[in-house]
Nanobody, 120 residues
Framework: QLQASGGGLVQAGGSLRLSCAAS????????IGWFRQAPGKEREFVAAISSSSGNPYYSDSAKGRFTISRPNAKNTVYLQMDSLKPEDTAAYYCAAGSSVRTHWSFYNYWGQGTQVTVSS
């Protein structure tokens, strides 16, 4: 079970921190990805972090503005989003998979979405 939270309404240039919490002991064995989907658009990759090394991966739109992290001893992955833009408005989903992939179809477990709205 994955639980995404932290979304909300923020002005352009603001920040939000999304959390993805899991209630399984083997959470650290999974790569975790964040995806987003705006109305009428396909679900797109935002960021991911590997299970073993904790290496982060970002989409071009997220690079330099977003930071994904998974602190040790916590069953939570964070997505710090800074310098938010109106085009970041979407429902954000976290997902768990066996390895880092940029396509949503490779992830097996999904949390419910958390809405991020950035006003101009």
């Amino acid at each position: 079970q994955l639980q995404a939270s932290g979304g909300g309404l923020v002005q352009a240039g603001g920040s939000l921190r999304l959390s993805c919490a899991a209630s399984v002991r083997t959470f650290s064995n999974y790569a975790i990805g964040w995806f987003r989907q705006a109305p009428g658009k396909e679900r797109e990759f935002v960021a991911a972090i590997s299970s073993s090394s904790g290496n982060p991966y970002y989409s071009d739109s997220a690079k330099g503005r977003f930071t994904i992290s998974r602190p040790n001893a916590k069953n939570t992955v964070y997505l710090q989003m800074d310098s938010l833009k109106p085009e970041d408005t979407a429902a954000y989903y976290c997902a768990a998979g066996s390895s880092v992939r940029t396509h949503w179809s490779f992830y097996n477990y999904w949390g419910q979405g958390t809405q991020v709205t950035v006003s101009s």
